[in-house]
């Protein structure tokens, strides 16, 4: 069984310091990787993916890949008490282009 | 001008009926998918269809049937509902290809009594 796993939380962090948000995964011929946000309640909403190593900026978001590692992450600058949501990490796997298998998310905490 | 609409919003319903979930979507996307999110907020992809043909179908029990009439909708209807089927089920969609991301709808929460 192909995994993704996070670190569940919650992860608090003061207004205005930056989030670290961690993935690992289990499947090595995974190619896609994609950060999503879910407010509770609400649907999840895409914040970013990558798909090269490296880093890929967007704003006060940068995720972070790194194949040789399996690990994927998402750092958030300038925390907002509107960044607070669980946040889930998802990637390609079974050799497929479509078929994503998702962490169980991490809560992060936004404290003003 | 919702990209992924799901209805109904809710559904409350008793155990042993069957019951079906309608999707569209607008985007003009090939592919579109069905997502179970369950009481621990875990996220399991159940199908998925692109441009009519089943291309993901996960260990889901037959009582799930998905049904795709055109590349802009796809449903889901459910035989014979369980206590365990209670959830949340959404449908998202995307383009065909690599590293396309997924659009999800606002999600059907299903309840069994």
């Known amino acids: 069984q192909k995994e993704v796993e996070q670190n569940s939380g919650p992860l608090s962090v003061p207004e205005g310091a930056i989030a670290s948000l961690n993935c690992t995964y289990s499947d090595r011929g995974s190619q896609s990787f994609f950060w999503y946000r879910q407010y509770s309640g609400k649907s999840p909403e895409l914040i970013m993916f990558?798909?090269?190593?490296g880093d890929k900026e967007d704003g006060r978001f940068t995720a972070q890949l790194n194949k040789a590692s399996q690990y994927v992450s998402l750092l958030i600058r300038d925390s907002q008490p509107s960044d607070s949501a669980t946040y889930l990490c998802?990637?390609?796997?079974?050799?497929?282009?479509?078929?994503?298998?998702f962490g169980k998310g991490t809560l992060l905490t936004v404290n003003p | 001008d919702t990209a992924v609409s799901q209805t109904p919003k809710y559904l409350v319903t008793q155990m042993g009926n069957d019951k079906s979930i309608k999707c569209e979507q607008n985007?003009?996307?090939?592919?579109m998918y069905w997502y179970k999110q369950d009481s621990k907020k875990f996220l399991k992809i159940m199908f998925s269809y692109n441009n009519k043909e089943l291309i993901i179908n996960e260990t889901v029990p037959n009582r799930f049937s998905p049904k795709s009439p055109d590349k802009a909708h796809l449903n889901l209807h459910i035989n014979s509902l369980e206590l365990g089927d209670s959830a949340v089920y959404f449908c998202?969609?995307?383009?065909?290809?690599?590293?396309?991301?997924?659009?999800f709808g606002d999600g059907t929460r299903l309840s069994i009594l």
């Open positions: 998802a990637v390609t796997s079974g050799g497929s282009n479509y078929k994503l298998t």
């Open positions: 985007l003009g996307h090939d592919t």
């Open positions: 990558i798909y090269s190593n």
């Open positions: 998202a969609s995307s383009r065909q290809g690599e590293a396309q991301p997924q659009h």
